[in-house]
């Protein structure tokens, strides 16, 4: 099991020193978010700069996916605007950066690059919405499948695809492509699934590419430490593995900058101890429902 931290919840540091505390932690990985403080992927000097970041990289040991998520990186005043769901000159934005992305995960041999319907604008007939998501996301596959990077989509609460059936949707729009697959949130299975956690996974095993981790509760949308949700984790850890999926799972803590170092460290400590229990076989059940 290899455990990776975002840098989304490292905001307040410079990105090298990011990268040197989540490997001096014991990472395998991190998920690069390109943001206007990480990586931005729209200042000068775009090639050069992913070229040092490649290196840093390789010297720490880390693997890494790139994530889209950054809440302001195209417009300055709306939180994740524009989105593949907008009129098109709009949606083509989005697009540009998702392009982008994927240039950059090839440049970094990153394991795939994430990203997310958005929400839709209102009074957007829902049939246009799908046909704007698949449009889109066909034009960004083409990059990826030119480029060998993999595409992993994540249904995201609150977005118009916000569930697993969401994405199993948009999925056999697509043609199942072997370029594109889901990114689960295991945080999300836990807010608004309606089954267990590891039958979420289980339901979707097949299809993983990346994975992302946190604690939640029920019916919130809230990114929480560990413990302080209510997922009981070695029953996930036991099911991703059976799965066979053996990419990175990423901790997802964008709202816990102010303690970073602080929260990567427990983070990390939990994601271990809960994997030996998951090795062992620990009586857990079948982990808590949805």
């Known amino acids: ?3 990776a931290y975002g840098t989304n919840g490292f905001g307040s540091h410079r990105l090298d020193d990011a990268l040197a505390v989540i490997a001096d932690l014991g990472y395998a990985g991190v998920a690069l978010t390109l943001d206007a403080g990480h990586l931005d992927p729209y200042a000068p000097g775009l090639a050069r700069r992913v070229e040092r970041v490649a290196s840093r990289l390789d010297r720490l040991g880390l693997r890494t996916v790139v994530e889209t998520g950054g809440r302001y990186v195209l ?3 709306r ?3 524009p989105t593949l769901l907008d009129d098109a000159p709009e949606a083509a934005r989005r697009v540009d950066l998702l392009r982008r992305a994927v240039r950059v995960a090839a440049a970094l041999n990153a394991e795939a690059v994430s990203f997310w319907s958005g929400a839709a604008p209102a009074g957007l007939p829902a049939e246009e919405g799908w046909d704007r998501l698949r449009r889109g996301t066909e034009t960004v596959l083409a990059e990826a499948e030119a480029r060998g990077v993999v595409l992993g989509f994540e249904p995201e609460p609150g977005m118009f695809v ?3 059936a969401g994405f199993e949707r948009l999925d056999a729009a697509l043609g199942r492509p072997a370029s594109f697959g889901v990114t689960l949130d ?3 299975c836990r807010c608004l699934e309606p089954g267990p956690v590891p039958d979420c996974v289980r339901r979707v095993g097949g299809r993983l590419v990346n994975v992302q981790i946190d604690d939640m509760l029920r019916g919130v949308h809230e990114h929480l ?3 302080a949700g209510d997922i009981d984790f070695p029953p996930v850890l036991a099911a991703l593995a059976r799965t066979g999926y053996r990419g ?3 901790v997802e803590l964008p709202r816990h900058g102010h303690d970073a170092p602080g929260a990567a460290e427990r983070s990390l400590r939990f994601l271990r101890d809960a994997w ?3 090795e062992r076989g620990a009586p857990t059940g079948t982990g808590t429902p949805c």
């Open 225 to 227: 430490e560990f413990g």
């Open 79 to 81: 939180k994740h605007r």
């Open 276 to 278: 030996a229990a998951a």
């Open 75 to 77: 417009d300055p005043r």
């Open 1 to 3: 099991m290899r455990f």
């Open 162 to 164: 916000e569930d697993i």
């Open 186 to 188: 295991i945080g999300h």
């Open 248 to 250: 990175l799972v990423g």
